[in-house]
C-alpha cells in the first residue's frame, strides 16, 4: 500500500483544513485508516482513526468536536476534516493504514504498517 496525503497548508486559528489521502493497493477498502501528527522534536501522536467499513471512528481528546475522519473507499481515500483549528494544531500530519484486515480503529502508531509521506498543516494566531 502507498499513500499519498494532501491538503495541508497555513490557516488562521479558528478556519478549517482539509487532508486527505489516497491510497494504492487491493487491501486498503479492508483496512483499519487513521492520522496521526508530529511536531520536530517530539513523538508523532494519534490524532484519528477510521475502521474499514466507516463502522466505528476514534478521537483523539483533544480534536473531539473539531475534527471529523471519514473514508470513501471507492476512491481508496480517507480524509480529514480539520474545523476550529487552534495554533498548537501545527504539525505534520501523516495517513498510515493498519496492514491487518477488518482491523479495529487503534490509537497506537505501531498497529500501522504503512505510512504516507506526510503534509504540513501551520495554523497562525
Known amino acids: 500500500v502507498q499513500l499519498q496525503a494532501s491538503g495541508g497548508g497555513l490557516a488562521q486559528a479558528g478556519g478549517s483544513l482539509r487532508l486527505s489521502c489516497a491510497a494504492s493497493?487491493?487491501?486498503?477498502?479492508?483496512?483499519?485508516t487513521g492520522w496521526f501528527r508530529q511536531v520536530p522534536g517530539k513523538e508523532r501522536e494519534f490524532v484519528a482513526a477510521i475502521s474499514w467499513n466507516s463502522g466505528s471512528t476514534n478521537l483523539a481528546n483533544f480534536v473531539k468536536g473539531r475534527f471529523t475522519i471519514s473514508r470513501d473507499n471507492a476512491k481508496n481515500s480517507v480524509y480529514l476534516q480539520m474545523n476550529s483549528l487552534k495554533p498548537e494544531d501545527t504539525a505534520i500530519y501523516y495517513c498510515a493504514v493498519d496492514s491487518r484486515q477488518f482491523g479495529a480503529p487503534t490509537v497506537a502508531s505501531y498497529d500501522y504498517d504503512y505510512w504516507g509521506q506526510g503534509t504540513q498543516v501551520t495554523v497562525s494566531s
Open positions: 493497493g487491493r487491501t486498503f477498502s479492508r483496512s483499519a
